[in-house]
């Protein structure tokens, strides 16, 4: 523990460092504006903004990203509360009971009772992930070149059985991105391949220019023909505390929460936005007044607010300790990370100490940050729903573009960008989800490798994955999960992952119906 303490008192010198204490500052600013715009969504705003973390260095910019993604489930809430109008899909659930306060003329108690829980979570959270992280990441030592494939393997599976629609979508989009991710120079022999003429694909198929299209670009195509607006509502700073009966109500929910939704977060799949989900239904349970949800009850804004921030840091718990991206938005963090010559996993915490616990550091400080901004400053924050969609998405367009082509000076990424937007949008059009392309295009290098070295170590036979008892495992847990689904499959019976889908608005992870 006291090794512990030490390690954190590293990290927040590194954090409160003039340089990252400003980018943490600009991360919360810019993630609580993604948050706010309705269907743009974490995911995306961190897709369309990954380019401008390249000047910085690796600390920094995963700061950076970091204070985008949880800034971005702090302002969701916002527009959930003020206009029914989920700024990304973990803050569906804020809107029943949210806006039904609002109506009550109760919006400000329920701004603050969401970021106060938001910020009990974040912090409790990150506190877990401190004490987490390391052990795991210990014994992941262990591990060979087929437990990693085993691993891999099962992240993938867990992903897709956790995806809000078909198992076997979900498997063919991971399938794609992993066919996908094959492209360019062969690591271990160094051939060329699929590159079709084009010497930029010698690099292989970029994830920045991938994620801009699929996310940023096929949300902006969706969002185009969207020219209605709610009204907006702006509550004044006098009227944010909430009533003594408002925070006893709220006590409860929020511990929950936060314990529900770090559990949650770390398991692979759009953790945030199923743990909201299943922290409201667990209230509305434990309720001795059920029949007040849905007409403005606390305990609906403040356990599922609660619960998607504490899946946020318990997502970055198999990425940093395991290499493990648990879905789209780690995926992409670990992406860049990788790009500043650092690879996640079970060695970061030893080799690269100042940036693990800087960024854990950080953590507590973005979620003060974000609580100072959202309470005092939320009438302004609001304004930026009044600008329309007709000058605010062709900007983002622009933005988008230029940071595309400035990563490699490349017209190819561009047009990477363009069909990746297309094929996004298209996809989402037929109810497939987005979030397995990403992550099978980020592993797909990963699992080669450690599936040949393998081959390589037993000279050639696959009893390798079955001979070792970590591998076995977890891929006879992967064959389970395939077996549930197809029983699920079978039965019509596919219980809470279709509810998640279809309720779930814009923006989401996994790119969910608009």
Known sequence: MLETLQNLSAGFATALSPSVLLYAFVGCIVGTLVGLLPGVGPLAGISLLLPVSFGLDATTAIVLLAGIYYGAMYGGSTTSILMRVPGEAASVMTCIDGYAMTEKGRAGPALALAAFGSYVAGTVSVVALMILAPPLAEFALRFGPPENFALLILGLLVLAYMSGGSMAKALAMAALGLLLGMVGIDTMTGFFRFHYGIVELGDGIGVVPTAVGLFGISEILFSAGNTTRAPVHRPRLRELLPSREEWRDARGPIVRGTLLGFVIGIIP???????????????RRLSRHPERFG?????GVAGPEAANNSATSGAFVPMLALGLPSGAVPA???AAMMIHGISPGPL?????PQLFWGFIASMYVGNVVLLILNLPFVGVFVNILRIPYSYLYPSILAFATLGV????????????MAGTGLLGYLLRKFDFELAPIVLGLVLAPMIELSFRQSLAMSGGSYLIFVTRPI??????????????????????????RPAIRLEAPTGGEGGSKP
């Open 471 to 496: 591998a076995v495992v977890m891929l006879l847990v992967g064959l389970a999960l395939l077996l549930l689904s197809v029983r699920s499959a079978l039965s019509g019976a596919l219980g809470w």
């Open 269 to 283: 799949g759009p953790g945030h936005v199923i743990s909201s989900f299943v922290s409201y239904a667990l209230e």
């Open 348 to 352: 970061l915490i030893q080799e690269q």
């Open 295 to 299: 007409h403005g009850a606390v305990a």
């Open 405 to 416: 082509y400035a990563v490699n000076n490349s017209v190819v990424d561009v047009w990477i």
């Open 332 to 334: 992409i963090m670990m």
